[in-house]
């Protein structure tokens, strides 16, 4: 019986605790089907004691339950989401959450078990999630502030091992299923990279081979809209003023997945949200960015604008951000200035007011900042998107002082949102200083518009009272 015993042990530790008995059932079978011809009297010992066998894998799985912390809490039938410090807690060891090499590894053997598992897209999550709780606030930026040299490029390279392990376990998964520790992994990765880059301006060339292998990955495993989410973290991660080395490192990610990032099928009637149009019109401003520092080829940063100009003109409508263009067109000089802030005011092509809006963030992209970014995603009007919403649950507990935020979505920050200095912040922020005039306004208007109803009413008492 020591085998039987070893299998029902193995197996009580791999099911879930939500396991149903034809789970259990189906996983033994599975077990004893793959016993080779040397341990025939344990298949047959499997086949004979199915019940038993199930009883004692379910009575093993509470008892597992009990003696270690869980992931899930059985409420109505339906898994509860831990909080990403307590999953930080049961699957990262104490001894190792200040090491930031020691974490990845940890993660790739919790990868390596979830491909594995019956249940690879929950355990990778797990992981994931577990991964972005227990890395530092800033883990590139402290990870380089310490040791600058090979550790620092080594925890880059276990990044980028884990994104095939990853994506080999989301790989089933549909575009808008996946779960939102992956795009905020990849974007951990894209933004870990710009770090290290950035305080290594002698060796830029050294961070150009990761760069590349990242995008690839990317473009290769990433959904359309995962790898725009990556995207969205890596250009507002640069802040402002990004340094030219940093822009040069991530130009190389970024280019590899442009055309996957925004490919026709990528972009549903129904499906578009606010982080859509705020990562095309961040890639534009990036883009204006590489030309002015004559980064790589002019002609390949040339395409690569009219891909996205394409997109924009073809699944956005900017009608209603014609104000804040034209704030943006008063920083371009010379004669294209009255002409640009002519079409902006007069024109109503639809092609017109997108070549305008283009033509803006390649002149002056570097007096178009973060927040101005935000403004005009705000006056679009569309929904936020899922990683926007965690953004802004992350910058509420930021403000209370939390280190973690509990998340009902299964969401967990990770922890790259620049500072509100350079940041954009949650879209509705950088409309918070208007809000209080545009409300004084309105009450003024509701004021004016009572006592004109109310003089109106007494003109008309008075003529009926007058003989």
Same mark, same amino acid.
């Given at each position: 019986m020591g085998n039987v015993d070893r299998i029902i042990d193995s197996l009580a530790q791999q099911l879930p605790l939500t396991a149903t008995k034809s789970a259990i059932l189906s996983a033994l079978r599975a077990v004893a089907a793959a016993l080779p011809e040397s341990q025939a009297k344990t298949r047959e010992l499997l086949s004979n004691s199915e019940d038993v066998c199930i009883q004692r894998i379910t009575d093993r799985i509470q008892e597992n339950t009990k003696s270690q912390p869980s992931s899930i809490h059985v409420s109505e039938g339906l898994p509860a989401v831990q909080p990403p410090v307590e999953l930080a807690e049961a699957l990262y060891p104490k001894e190792i959450v200040h090491d930031v090499r020691a974490c990845l590894h940890r993660c790739e053997d919790l990868l390596l078990i979830a491909s594995r598992s019956l249940r690879p897209v929950h355990h990778a999550d797990r992981a994931l999630r577990g991964l972005l709780a227990v890395m530092p606030t800033n883990a590139a930026s402290?990870?380089?502030?310490?040791?600058?040299?090979?550790?620092?490029?080594?925890?880059?390279?276990?990044?980028?091992?884990?994104?095939?392990?990853?994506?080999?376990?989301?790989?089933?998964?549909?575009?808008?299923?996946?779960?939102?520790?992956?795009?905020q992994f990849l974007g951990f990765t894209l933004v870990y990279l710009v770090k290290l880059s950035s305080r290594n301006a002698e060796c830029i060339s050294r961070f150009a081979d990761p760069a590349k292998r990242v995008g690839t990955l990317i473009a290769v495993l990433g959904h359309p809209r995962v790898i725009r989410s990556a995207w969205r973290a890596a250009f507002v991660s640069m802040g402002d003023s990004p340094a030219v080395q940093s822009l040069s490192c991530l130009l190389h990610a970024v280019l590899p997945t442009l055309r996957r990032a925004v490919s026709d099928d990528s972009f549903g009637p129904h499906s578009i949200l606010r982080s859509d149009l705020t990562v095309l019109l961040l890639g534009l401003r990036f883009l204006g960015l590489c030309r002015l520092a004559n980064l790589h080829d002019a002609n390949a940063l040339s395409e690569s604008v009219e891909v996205l100009q394409s997109t924009l003109e073809r699944c956005f409508d900017i009608e209603h951000l014609r104000a804040e263009l034209q704030q943006l067109a008063s920083y371009v000089t010379g004669p294209r200035r009255k002409t640009l802030l002519r079409q902006l005011t007069n024109g109503s092509?639809?092609?017109?007011?997108?070549?305008?809006?283009?033509?803006?963030?390649?002149?002056?992209?570097?007096?178009?900042?973060?927040?101005?970014?935000?403004?005009?995603?705000?006056?679009?009007?569309?929904?936020?998107?899922?990683?926007?919403?965690?953004?802004? /649950? @992350? #910058? +509420?507990? $930021?403000?209370? &002082?939390?280190?973690?935020?509990?998340?009902?979505?299964?969401?967990?920050?990770?922890?790259?949102?620049?500072?509100?200095?350079?940041?954009?912040?949650?879209?509705?922020?950088?409309? /918070? @200083? #208007? +809000?209080? $005039?545009?409300? &004084?306004?309105?009450?003024?208007?509701?004021?004016?518009?009572?006592?004109?109803?109310?003089?109106?009413?007494?003109?008309?008492?008075?003529?009926?009272?007058?003989?």
């Open positions: 402290a990870q380089v502030n310490q040791e600058v040299s090979v550790v620092s490029q080594d925890s880059l390279e276990l990044c980028i091992t884990l994104i095939p392990k990853a994506g080999a376990a989301f790989s089933n998964c549909q575009q808008g299923d996946e779960p939102i520790s992956w795009p092509n639809r092609a017109t007011l997108t070549a305008s809006a283009v033509e803006i963030l390649q002149q002056v992209p570097a007096k178009v900042t973060l927040k101005d970014i935000a403004r005009l995603a705000d006056r679009s009007g569309l929904l936020l998107s899922a990683d926007e919403q965690t953004d802004e /649950q @992350a #910058e +509420a507990a $930021q403000a209370r &002082g939390d280190l973690f935020f509990e998340d009902v979505a299964g969401n967990v920050a990770t922890g790259f949102e620049a500072n509100k200095s350079t940041s954009a912040g949650p879209m509705t922020a950088a409309l /918070q @200083a #208007e +809000a209080p $005039q545009k409300l &004084g306004k309105i009450e003024d208007q509701k004021t004016q518009k009572r006592k004109s109803s109310n003089l109106q009413r007494k003109r008309k008492h008075r003529r009926q009272k007058s003989p």
